[in-house]
């Protein structure tokens, strides 16, 4: 057993898009607009930003919300600043941990929350 992919729910497809690809540097490797789901890299696993319609309320539950996956950068500083100064939305700095990690917590377009790790 691997996994494959974290799904994360969205409603503004095309901006979640360039958030993942262009904000993040995450190498798309597949994006299908009609489908509405699109693979963004992590070096094995992905991932997978999955469009919610409207009228799909079990789908619109899952967008906005803690997504539970941290992405380790080698200085959560300096991506920190990089990511802050394109628009990118944290809730804080990044805060040293008791454990000894830094955190940071950022938000896609939609209010997804994916944690930086340094």
Request: charged share 25%; hydrophobic share 40%; with cysteine.
């Amino acid at each position: 057993m691997e996994l494959y992919a974290v799904r994360i729910f969205v409603r503004q497809w095309d901006k979640a898009c360039e958030f993942y690809g262009n904000k993040l540097g995450l190498t798309q490797r597949f994006r299908d607009d009609q489908m509405g789901w699109a693979e963004f890299d992590l070096g094995g696993p992905c991932f997978g930003i999955e469009r919610v319609s409207a009228e799909d309320e079990e789908g619109n539950a899952m967008v906005g919300r803690f997504v539970g996956a941290s992405l380790r950068v080698a200085d959560i500083h300096a991506t920190h600043n990089s990511l802050a100064s394109m628009g990118v939305q944290f809730d804080s700095p990044p805060q040293e941990q008791p454990w000894g990690g830094t955190l940071a917590h950022m938000k896609d377009p939609d209010g997804n929350v994916l944690t930086l790790l340094g």
